[in-house]
């Protein structure tokens, strides 16, 4: 059970108003990403976004109930949501090997890029028939041709680089939170704690000179 509320009800306003605004303004950036992503076919980060957002609400529910297990679960995933998305900033810049061209964003399942490649801003698109092998009929693939103000993979690396300095703040704010729910659990004491209790105890109980006895009246 946590009593700051109790103790400090300002503390607690304000703790919850920082809760909701800062798991609004993480989902607000998931669930534009996610557009993207979906108008993209990039199938990864699409179900990647997916779990995110389902495990923020988690995270805001564990909050708001005191429950440091799902703050703690929550606490975990921004550690692999931080992974996630150096991946992709690896991915984007080629870096390690990694070719921003290739299909392990849409598991293979099309030809999609990011969104951004064709949709940046200055961006002209022109269409092109899809190499042999990879065509089928009427397929075309649409790639950027020089004018665009900013190239999608930066574009790209800015989105992932605002998720990792989302979760990093967000898993710090967890563990600050888990931190404060032990504390707080550990110097509840249960309304006075045991000591208490007895000493209440032996304040009503009646000593024993003092119960009734039984009176036998002789005619």
């Known amino acids: ?7 400090n009800p300002g503390f607690f306003c304000l703790y919850r108003a920082v809760s909701h605004l800062y798991t609004a303004e993480i989902k607000a950036a998931a669930l534009e990403r996610q557009v993207f ?6 199938w990864a980060p699409i179900l990647a976004n997916f779990l995110h957002v389902l495990v923020v609400i988690v995270g805001l529910f564990g909050a708001l109930q005191y429950r440091p297990r ?3 679960l929550y606490a975990i995933w921004m550690v692999l949501w931080v992974t996630w998305n150096t991946f992709l900033v690896c991915f984007y810049l080629e ?4 070719s921003k061209d290739s299909d392990i964003l849409t598991f293979q399942a099309s030809v999609h890029r990011s969104w951004w490649r064709e949709h940046g801003p200055g961006c002209h698109t022109r269409s092109e028939v899809l190499p042999a092998g990879r065509a089928t009929p009427g397929s075309l ?4 041709v020089p004018g665009c103000l900013l190239e999608y993979q930066y574009l790209e690396v800015g989105h992932s680089g605002l998720q990792i300095v989302l979760s990093l703040t967000g898993f710090i704010y967890a563990c600050y939170i888990i931190n404060l729910f032990t504390d707080n659990e550990d110097s509840f004491d249960f309304i006075g704690g045991f000591d208490t209790y007895t000493t209440a105890y ?3 109980h009646k000593p024993s000179h003092l119960q009734l006895q039984p009176v036998y009246m002789t005619k």
């Not at 992503?37 to 990039?42: E, S, V, Y």
């Not at 870096?95 to 990694?98: A, E, N």
């Not at 693939?141 to 950027?144: E, L, W």
């Open 1 to 7: 059970m946590f009593l700051l509320h109790v103790r």
């Open 202 to 204: 032996q304040a009503t």
């Open 141 to 144: 693939a649409y790639i950027s």
């Open 70 to 72: 799902y703050l703690a």
């Open 95 to 98: 870096v390690g090997g990694l």
């Open 37 to 42: 992503d979906f108008l993209g076919f990039q």
